[in-house]
């Protein structure tokens, strides 16, 4: 089946650390990858996307890659803030009229 | 743009009460979908919707859980008796089906407390 593994979490780091949050995926096709963010008391939003393997999705300073000879597109970003701590999924879908697979969600943290 | 409208933001009910939780697609959206988070659980899509009609319920998790649609402005998630065991935050999101990659928007969730 089609499924989303992502690191668990909690993550805690210290600010301007490197932040890397692993995400690997399972898909009978070619999906399209998604991360989304989920800020303390609110609904998830998306944070960046890639839609073809070696497709690079950014936003924020955050970056991921699409790599599907590794089934894989972990979330990085090189030096974080208090402002992103938040909940991070991981997600796929296989067409534009299909459901978005989420993964289980990493916590993230940051110290000042 | 108003976004995703859920209400109430907080609901705490006791055992065995109906509890209706409600949702307002962003306008031009087709597709509805709603999602319950937990610690334990994560995120779990119970049902969606295209142009008001159910795709796909098997999330649901039984027959106390219920969905509704009327019209495309407006769903309704029921429980009904409810159980502690349904205490989360219930999500709606909602989606445009023309673009080539679904981009999901969030409501900001009803907190469910059962006591």
Redesign the interface.
């Known amino acids: 089946g089609n499924s989303v593994t992502q690191m668990e979490g909690p993550v805690t780091l210290s600010e301007e650390a490197f932040l890397t949050i692993n995400c690997t995926y399972t898909a009978t096709g070619y999906p399209s990858l998604f991360w989304y963010v989920q800020y303390p008391g609110e609904g998830l939003q998306l944070l960046l996307k890639a839609t073809k393997a070696d497709d690079k999705g950014s936003n924020k300073g955050f970056e991921a890659t699409y790599r599907k000879e590794t089934t894989s597109f972990h979330l990085e970003k090189g030096s974080v803030q208090v402002s992103d701590s938040a909940v991070y999924f991981c997600a796929l879908t296989l067409s534009s009229a299909s459901k978005i697979i989420f993964g289980s969600g990493t916590r993230l943290s940051i110290r000042p | 743009d108003a976004g ?1 409208i859920q209400s109430p933001r907080h609901e705490v009910t006791e055992m065995g009460q109906e509890v209706t939780l409600r949702c307002k697609p962003i306008s031009g959206h087709d597709y509805l ?1 709603w999602y319950r988070q937990t610690m334990m659980r ?2 779990e ?1 119970l049902i ?1 919707f ?1 142009n008001n009609v159910p795709i ?1 319920d098997s999330g649901m998790p039984e027959d106390r859980f219920s969905a509704k649609m009327p019209n495309a402005s407006f769903s309704t998630l029921k429980i009904q008796p409810s159980e502690p065991r349904d205490s989360a935050v219930y ?1 709606c ?1 909602s989606s445009f ?13 009803t907190q469910l407390s059962v006591l």
């Not at chain 2, 089906?97 to 969730?109: A, C, D, Y």
């Open positions: 995703v979908f994560g995120l899509l969606y295209n796909d999500f999101a089906s023309s673009s080539t990659n679904e981009k999901l928007f969030f409501g900001s969730g």
